[in-house]
């Protein structure tokens, strides 16, 4: 080895990278202000076999640590070869190997030089650093020998390299100055003659420190003439007469500690190179000239880049809850299976018709458990990392240098139907909070969709944008939460709690007035707009008569002539639906509207000033407004107009031509923003990896004005907490209605990009889908059959005449991609793809809108059949979200820490039976149409084709909860009970089979975070639903099939109660329907057969007591679950008469005392039959 070869050169200060450098040469720098974890006492390379090196070394460590040695094997006329390899370090002085391959290109032949490095690390920025005071320790002069020449080494063969002492390589350890490994002594002198006597080991001088070194082989190794020394000091670490900071100076007078940031301080000592530090000069730490580093000079830019990080992860449910969940299901699944085998093998022979109608009940009760049970065996949580959305669409980066939003456009809808029953307040607020949400202003776009074609909304909503203007900079000024102003000026609490701009209170002053006066003007648009009807409908007559007179003609002729408009502030008619109606002006007969109320603003911040507004100060402060757009589709008589499902359509269309966000998000009218950050976190499942697998993201509904107790369970937190969570741990939560967002391509009708198909009788197999849509070789059906697989289409009939519209289509698929931003994302765009200003509206662009919201623009298309929400249910919104996932789609449901959305709820009871009414109707024409999850593709999971098909099946349950229900009262009034008698088996199985019901609610409250109240009103009134509106939801079904009657559709009136100081006046009024009947029937049946139960004890001469108890304990618990019906009709505490109570307890004595005449108590007891 020659002499004066250049060693490899550091690759930069890192903690892997940096520290004992073995090699030889004088003009080696070595480094500075490290201290070291292990000093590197010896290495030795031996062949060990072809083609393999093994590189042994000593050293003397501090700790027991694995450490990176990175070793660079040089050949002759080759590029060098740097590999690393980890060799562990147990103890002092252990020798520890490693074995290094190499490329069949490499020859052992060629191999000139070994070069090793250890780590080191920068003071006590190392664990396993310690300052403590050590003696130096010195190398063991018989394990270190010389290396043959360079012309010996390189003409050598490989087998000399071997063994004996030419297998050492020559080498110069340098060691950077640290406390831990140097002398207490200060000065510089050189080592006196006795140095290996009397004195100290610890009296030599601090090493060389800075860019001269001492050579231990001589020659041309520096200024310090050290170039013909010999002998043992030529094995030992090399040391000069160099002035050196002493330890003794930066020992701390107090503790006698050492101080390690004087030691830097003095030394000039560095940390390295990191995003934690960087030295001024970047220029440092270079690639040598061989290029050995491969990459140029390190720059602090290198390491400013963070590393990627996923924008949503599962928090799966602790096991120490599911797994007792799980478990308990099979128990609870066993002993309903073994309960019924021994019931159906113990008849009650006495009573054989009662046995046949409570096995029939238990054993489709059974069922029914397995349908709702079997889909929540895998629930999960979910979280999401809103500081990485905004790192990755709207920081400052390479490619956004501006930092605009990278985010994709986002098309809010707002559905409403008749002002009367739907407030316009109600709905302005609800847009208000839409308007004022945390999302990029340029890149939202809001809808609303006035089915009643009223102009009492249209006009609300121009008063609403008016007011929007200082009610959103207000809120974004003010950080304001919630953002529906009803809501913000009702909630109680400090509402300066947080606040800290001095101008807080007088803008929340100001606005107050302002948002009072704006409730004013919208309560009194309906009386406005029929004064201004009046009275330019008089002057049209006026004019009418005059012109008739100077026509010498009749003045009733004149005024037959004039017709009874309704007018708009403008004095133009209104197209839409008249006070008065009239030909192309009523209901289902009017034109389409599209009225861009709010222009699309600015792309760049536009920021208010001192000036801009008399009273409140937004300088800062970003005054855009969202764009919004009025709309309300054409209706003519003789079309069907699918009714939601057709409204939504029409936006989605429109949507496209003005906007085309590739994401949608709809609600109801009565629905508002409660949390402004939602939409966000709905974004970070969209725009994950994997995220363009995704259909859409449903909310849970939570709702407001709800009476504390919760009577009738409006909030329905069981379905929303509990289900609704479980099926996410599937293929996804069902679409419910309100509060979800959309990918616009998954809503026209597309499949995923990629999907599987799971066979099996289970859906054990899983088989991914090809490019193509469809498993290789398989049959495609119609419904699975991609769209873009269709060489037509793009033609009319899939989405219509309108190209404007079909040109949106790719473009929305585009922009709905996650970002291309790591290896593992598939099917995505590049980052600052979506940072170009949107072009203007022109009156091509409206016109376009205008013409496809036209009655007689889905003739021959596809909408409603596979593009869009599907039509044929009134509960579009569960068929829809079905089509979804049996292409394959996958959904998501987004719990926030702060409730997403709020609305309201009908707190009637009527209304309440109503509601329940239309969906249990929805679900009867589910199954009984081909949207039956029996008939669903291999795309759809096993455990959610069941979730779909409870769906379909539950109202059916109703006949056998209605025939359950009354079990009871017929075995009070027969005197007979379900089993011949109490049995212990009997009432060890049903003891059985409630704990473990009981213990199974108990562990869903624990991982979906339901209440027990909760759970215990969701019950009751799943009985009173059962009782009543799902048995009236079957018969319409069955009565639709059958006879083809169409089923009726109500409105839910969202109208508060007119009494102002009761909030819950409506929840006592009593509204008579049919649906009354069955629940009240089941009542007085019940009641008067717990009196009659009661009188055949008492005058029997030989009282059948275990009969009494059976049949009255059932009778009890069906009474208790009926409590809050009856409680709904008795009215207001203490207002109902007295009367009524001694009337119901004298009927039922009568009834009773009747019956005891007609059917006497039998005085034998009998048993399987038999007289006793």
Same mark, same amino acid.
């Given at each position: 080895?020659?002499?004066?070869?250049?060693?490899?050169?550091?690759?930069?200060?890192?903690?892997?990278?940096?520290?004992?450098?073995?090699? #030889?040469?004088?003009?080696?720098?070595?480094?500075?202000?490290?201290?070291?974890?292990?000093?590197?006492?010896?290495?030795?390379?031996?062949?060990?076999?072809?083609?393999?090196?093994?590189?042994?070394?000593?050293?003397?460590?501090?700790?027991?640590?694995?450490?990176?040695?990175?070793?660079?094997?040089?050949?002759?006329?080759?590029?060098?070869?740097?590999?690393?390899?980890?060799?562990?370090?147990?103890?002092?002085?252990?020798?520890?190997?490693?074995?290094?391959?190499?490329?069949?290109?490499?020859?052992?032949?060629?191999?000139?030089?070994?070069?090793?490095?250890?780590?080191?690390?920068?003071?006590?920025?190392?664990?396993?650093?310690?300052?403590?005071?050590?003696?130096?320790?010195?190398?063991?002069?018989?394990?270190?020998?010389?290396?043959?020449?360079?012309?010996?080494?390189?003409?050598?063969?490989?087998?000399?390299?071997?063994?004996?002492?030419?297998?050492?390589?020559?080498?110069?350890?340098?060691?950077?100055?640290?406390?831990?490994?140097?002398?207490?002594?200060?000065?510089?002198?050189?080592?006196?003659?006795?140095?290996?006597?009397?004195?100290?080991?610890?009296?030599?001088?601090?090493?060389?420190?800075?860019?001269?070194?001492?050579?231990?082989?001589?020659?041309?190794?520096?200024?310090?003439?050290?170039?013909?020394?010999?002998?043992?000091? +030529?094995?030992?670490?090399?040391?000069?007469?160099?002035?050196?900071?002493?330890?003794?100076?930066?020992?701390?007078?107090?503790?006698?500690?050492?101080?390690?940031?004087?030691?830097?301080?003095?030394?000039?000592?560095?940390?390295?190179?990191?995003?934690?530090?960087?030295?001024?000069?970047?220029?440092?730490?270079?690639?040598?000239?061989?290029?050995?580093?491969?990459?140029?000079?390190?720059?602090?830019?290198?390491?400013?880049?963070?590393?990627?990080?996923?924008?949503?992860?599962?928090?799966?449910?602790?096991?120490?809850?599911?797994?007792?969940?799980?478990?308990?299901?099979?128990?609870?699944?066993?002993?309903?299976?073994?309960?019924?085998?021994?019931? *159906? #093998?113990?008849?009650?022979?006495?009573?054989?018709?009662?046995?046949?109608?409570?096995?029939?009940?238990?054993?489709?009760?059974?069922?029914?458990?397995?349908?709702?049970?079997?889909?929540?065996?895998?629930?999960?949580?979910?979280?999401?990392?809103?500081?990485?959305?905004?790192?990755?669409?709207?920081?400052?980066?390479?490619?956004?240098?501006?930092?605009?939003?990278?985010?994709?456009?986002?098309?809010?809808?707002?559905?409403?139907?008749?002002?009367?029953?739907?407030?316009?307040?109600?709905?302005?607020?609800?847009?208000?909070?839409?308007?004022?949400?945390?999302?990029?202003?340029?890149?939202?776009?809001?809808?609303?969709?006035?089915?009643?074609?009223?102009?009492? #909304?249209?006009?609300?909503?121009?008063?609403?944008?008016?007011?929007?203007?200082?009610?959103?900079?207000?809120?974004?000024?003010?950080?304001?939460?919630?953002?529906?102003?009803?809501?913000?000026?009702?909630?109680?609490?400090?509402?300066?709690?947080?606040?800290?701009?001095?101008?807080?209170?007088?803008?929340?002053?100001?606005?107050?007035?302002?948002?009072?006066?704006?409730?004013?003007?919208?309560?009194?648009?309906?009386?406005?707009?029929?004064?201004?009807?009046?009275?330019?409908?008089?002057?049209?007559?006026?004019?009418?008569?005059?012109?008739?007179?100077?026509?010498?003609?009749?003045?009733?002729?004149?005024?037959?002539?004039?017709?009874?408009?309704?007018?708009?502030? +403008?004095?133009?008619?209104?197209?839409?639906?008249?006070?008065?109606?009239?030909?192309?002006?009523?209901?289902?007969?009017?034109?389409?509207?599209?009225?861009?109320?709010?222009?699309?603003?600015?792309?760049?911040? *536009?920021?208010?000033?001192?000036?801009?507004?008399?009273?409140? +100060?937004?300088?800062?402060?970003?005054?855009?407004?969202?764009?919004?757009?009025?709309?309300?589709?054409?209706?003519?008589?003789?079309?069907?107009?699918?009714?939601?499902?057709?409204?939504?359509?029409?936006?989605?269309?429109?949507?496209?031509?003005?906007?085309?966000?590739?994401?949608?998000?709809?609600?109801?009218?009565?629905?508002?923003?409660?949390?402004? #950050?939602?939409?966000?976190?709905?974004?970070?499942?969209?725009?994950?990896?994997?995220?363009?697998?995704?259909?859409?993201?449903?909310?849970?509904?939570?709702?407001?004005?709800?009476?504390?107790?919760?009577?009738?369970?409006?909030?329905?937190?069981?379905?929303?907490?509990?289900?609704?969570?479980?099926?996410?741990?599937?293929?996804?939560?069902?679409?419910?209605?309100?509060?979800?967002?959309?990918?616009?391509?998954?809503?026209?009708?597309?499949?995923?990009?990629?999907?599987?198909?799971?066979?099996?009788?289970?859906?054990?197999?899983?088989?991914?889908?090809?490019?193509?849509?469809?498993?290789?070789?398989?049959?495609?059906?119609?419904?699975?059959?991609?769209?873009?697989?269709?060489?037509?289409?793009?033609?009319?009939?899939?989405?219509?005449?309108?190209?404007?519209?079909?040109?949106?289509?790719?473009?929305?698929?585009?922009?709905?991609?996650?970002?291309?931003?790591?290896?593992?994302?598939?099917?995505?765009?590049?980052?600052?793809?979506?940072?170009?200003?949107?072009?203007?509206?022109?009156?091509?662009?409206?016109?376009?809108?205008?013409?496809?919201?036209?009655?007689?623009?889905?003739?021959?298309?596809?909408?409603?059949?596979?593009?869009?929400?599907?039509?044929?249910?009134?509960?579009?919104? *569960?068929?829809?979200?079905?089509?979804?996932?049996?292409?394959?789609?996958?959904?998501?449901?987004?719990?926030?820490?702060?409730?997403?959305?709020?609305?309201?709820?009908?707190?009637?009871?009527?209304?309440?039976?109503?509601?329940?009414?239309?969906?249990?109707?929805?679900?009867?024409?589910?199954?009984?149409?081909?949207?039956?999850?029996?008939?669903?593709?291999?795309?759809?999971?096993?455990?959610?084709?069941?979730?779909?098909?409870?769906?379909?099946?539950?109202?059916?349950?109703?006949?056998?909860?209605?025939?359950?229900?009354?079990?009871?009262?017929?075995?009070?009034?027969?005197?007979?009970?379900?089993?011949?008698?109490?049995?212990?088996?009997?009432?060890?199985?049903?003891?059985?089979?409630?704990?473990?019901?009981?213990?199974?609610?108990?562990?869903?409250?624990?991982?979906?975070?339901?209440?027990?109240?909760?759970?215990?009103?969701?019950?009751?009134?799943w009985v009173i639903g059962g009782t009543s509106a799902h048995l009236a939801a079957v018969l319409q079904g069955l009565l639709k099939v059958i006879a083809g009657i169409e089923i009726s559709f109500t409105l839910t009136a969202k109208a508060a109660a007119d009494d102002d100081d009761d909030p819950f006046a409506e929840l006592y009024l009593v509204k008579w329907t049919s649906l009354f009947i069955p629940p009240l029937a089941v009542i007085g049946i019940n009641i008067i057969a717990l009196v009659v139960g009661v009188s055949r004890a008492v005058y029997a001469e030989i009282p059948q007591y275990s009969k009494l108890l059976g049949g009255g304990f059932f009778s009890f618990w069906v009474l208790a679950h009926y409590y809050p019906f009856a409680k709904g009709l008795m009215g207001r505490r203490g207002r109902t008469p007295t009367l009524v109570y001694v009337w119901a307890g004298l009927i039922s004595i009568t009834i009773s005392l009747l019956w005891i005449t007609i059917?006497?108590? +039998?005085?034998?007891?009998?048993?399987?039959?038999?007289?006793?």
């Amino acid at each position: 080895m020659s002499s004066g070869f250049r060693p490899l050169p550091r690759i930069g200060r890192s903690s892997t990278m940096d520290g004992f450098i073995v090699g #030889t040469g004088p003009d080696w720098p070595p480094s500075d202000g490290f201290t070291c974890v292990a000093q590197l006492m010896a290495v030795r390379t031996t062949v060990v076999r072809k083609g393999h090196v093994r590189i042994r070394g000593k050293a003397s460590i501090f700790r027991q640590t694995m450490l990176p040695f990175h070793v660079r094997l040089n050949f002759n006329g080759r590029s060098p070869k740097v590999s690393p390899l980890r060799i562990f370090l147990a103890s002092q002085f252990a020798p520890s190997h490693a074995t290094i391959s190499l490329p069949p290109s490499l020859s052992i032949d060629e191999l000139v030089r070994v070069d090793v490095r250890s780590p080191c690390f920068h003071g006590s920025t190392h664990p396993h650093a310690r300052h403590r005071p050590r003696r130096r320790r010195q190398f063991n002069e018989d394990a270190v020998e010389r290396a043959p020449s360079s012309t010996t080494r390189r003409s050598s063969p490989p087998s000399t390299m071997s063994g004996g002492g030419n297998d050492y390589a020559n080498y110069t350890v340098v060691m950077p100055p640290t406390p831990d490994n140097q002398p207490y002594g200060g000065g510089g002198g050189a080592p006196s003659s006795t140095s290996t006597g009397g004195t100290k080991p610890d009296d030599f001088p601090l090493p060389p420190y800075g860019p001269k070194l001492v050579n231990r082989r001589g020659g041309a190794g520096g200024d310090d003439g050290a170039g013909a020394a010999s002998g043992k000091m +030529d094995r030992r670490l090399s040391t000069a007469r160099v002035p050196a900071p002493s330890k003794s100076l930066l020992v701390r007078s107090q503790t006698g500690d050492f101080d390690h940031n004087r030691w830097l301080f003095e030394t000039k000592g560095t940390y390295g190179i990191g995003n934690a530090y960087w030295p001024q000069d970047n220029n440092v730490y270079a690639d040598d000239e061989d290029g050995a580093g491969g990459g140029g000079p390190v720059k602090m830019e290198d390491l400013v880049d963070k590393p990627w990080k996923p924008l949503s992860r599962k928090v799966p449910i602790p096991p120490g809850v599911l797994s007792p969940y799980r478990l308990l299901v099979l128990v609870r699944f066993i002993s309903l299976f073994l309960f019924l085998i021994w019931r *159906v #093998t113990n008849p009650n022979l006495d009573a054989l018709w009662l046995w046949g109608i409570s096995i029939v009940c238990e054993f489709w009760f059974a069922f029914s458990w397995l349908l709702d049970q079997m889909p929540k065996l895998n629930p999960i949580n979910r979280a999401v990392d809103l500081a990485a959305l905004r790192e990755k669409f709207e920081s400052v980066t390479p490619t956004n240098p501006t930092g605009r939003s990278d985010l994709p456009g986002l098309d809010v809808f707002i559905s409403t139907a008749d002002p009367y029953k739907e407030p316009p307040l109600t709905t302005a607020n609800s847009l208000l909070s839409i308007l004022g949400t945390e999302y990029p202003v340029e890149k939202l776009f809001v809808y609303i969709s006035d089915d009643g074609g009223a102009l009492l #909304t249209f006009e609300a909503m121009a008063e609403a944008c008016e007011f929007a203007k200082v009610w959103v900079p207000f809120c974004r000024k003010h950080a304001i939460e919630p953002r529906n102003p009803d809501s913000y000026f009702n909630q109680k609490g400090d509402p300066t709690k947080g606040k800290k701009r001095p101008d807080f209170v007088k803008d929340r002053r100001w606005i107050k007035r302002e948002y009072d006066e704006f409730k004013v003007r919208i309560n009194g648009l309906a009386d406005l707009i029929r004064r201004r009807a009046n009275a330019m409908n008089a002057r049209e007559r006026k004019l009418a008569r005059d012109k008739a007179a100077a026509a010498t003609l009749d003045a009733p002729a004149a005024d037959a002539t004039t017709v009874k408009a309704t007018w708009m502030a +403008d004095g133009t008619h209104w197209p839409g639906t008249w006070l008065d109606s009239a030909p192309d002006h009523a209901k289902g007969d009017h034109a389409s509207i599209v009225q861009v109320m709010i222009k699309n603003p600015h792309y760049d911040v *536009v920021h208010g000033d001192a000036g801009s507004h008399p009273y409140l +100060d937004f300088t800062g402060v970003d005054v855009r407004v969202p764009m919004f757009v009025y709309l309300s589709r054409e209706k003519r008589p003789g079309y069907d107009h699918n009714k939601k499902a057709g409204a939504m359509n029409a936006m989605v269309r429109a949507s496209a031509i003005l906007s085309n966000g590739p994401f949608m998000l709809n609600f109801d009218c009565d629905h508002y923003i409660y949390n402004c #950050t939602a939409i966000r976190e709905a974004m970070c499942y969209m725009l994950d990896r994997g995220g363009d697998r995704i259909c859409y993201i449903q909310f849970p509904q939570r709702f407001e004005g709800i009476d504390p107790s919760d009577r009738y369970a409006n909030h329905n937190t069981v379905f929303f907490d509990g289900n609704m969570r479980a099926l996410d741990g599937l293929q996804g939560p069902m679409y419910v209605g309100t509060g979800c967002l959309f990918r616009r391509y998954a809503v026209y009708g597309f499949s995923p990009p990629r999907t599987s198909e799971y066979r099996g009788i289970y859906g054990q197999l899983k088989v991914p889908i090809d490019a193509h849509g469809h498993s290789s070789g398989a049959p495609v059906a119609e419904e699975l059959r991609p769209l873009s697989e269709h060489p037509d289409h793009e033609a009319p009939q899939r989405f219509g005449k309108s190209k404007m519209f079909i040109e949106t289509i790719a473009v929305a698929e585009y922009q709905g991609r996650p970002l291309q931003d790591h290896p593992s994302v598939q099917n995505g765009r590049p980052p600052g793809a979506l940072l170009m200003p949107r072009p203007p509206l022109d009156a091509a662009t409206v016109a376009e809108s205008v013409a496809v919201i036209s009655c007689w623009y889905e003739d021959g298309t596809e909408w409603g059949q596979r593009v869009g929400w599907i039509y044929g249910s009134v509960t579009e919104d *569960v068929v829809t979200g079905y089509r979804m996932h049996n292409r394959g789609w996958r959904s998501v449901y987004c719990i926030t820490r702060r409730d997403a959305f709020r609305g309201t709820a009908p707190i009637n009871l009527t209304d309440r039976l109503h509601q329940v009414l239309r969906w249990a109707t929805g679900s009867v024409e589910i199954f009984f149409s081909k949207n039956n999850a029996l008939l669903a593709s291999q795309r759809l999971k096993f455990l959610q084709r069941l979730s779909y098909l409870n769906v379909g099946i539950y109202p059916f349950t109703s006949l056998f909860l209605i025939m359950y229900c009354l079990l009871p009262a017929l075995s009070l009034f027969s005197g007979q009970f379900i089993v011949a008698t109490l049995d212990p088996t009997f009432l060890c199985y049903l003891l059985l089979i409630t704990i473990t019901l009981m213990l199974l609610c108990l562990l869903e409250v624990k991982w979906s975070g339901i209440g027990l109240e909760e759970w215990w009103r969701n019950e009751q009134f799943w009985v009173i639903g059962g009782t009543s509106a799902h048995l009236a939801a079957v018969l319409q079904g069955l009565l639709k099939v059958i006879a083809g009657i169409e089923i009726s559709f109500t409105l839910t009136a969202k109208a508060a109660a007119d009494d102002d100081d009761d909030p819950f006046a409506e929840l006592y009024l009593v509204k008579w329907t049919s649906l009354f009947i069955p629940p009240l029937a089941v009542i007085g049946i019940n009641i008067i057969a717990l009196v009659v139960g009661v009188s055949r004890a008492v005058y029997a001469e030989i009282p059948q007591y275990s009969k009494l108890l059976g049949g009255g304990f059932f009778s009890f618990w069906v009474l208790a679950h009926y409590y809050p019906f009856a409680k709904g009709l008795m009215g207001r505490r203490g207002r109902t008469p007295t009367l009524v109570y001694v009337w119901a307890g004298l009927i039922s004595i009568t009834i009773s005392l009747l019956w005891i005449t007609i059917s006497p108590p +039998d005085d034998r007891i009998t048993q399987g039959g038999i007289d006793v």
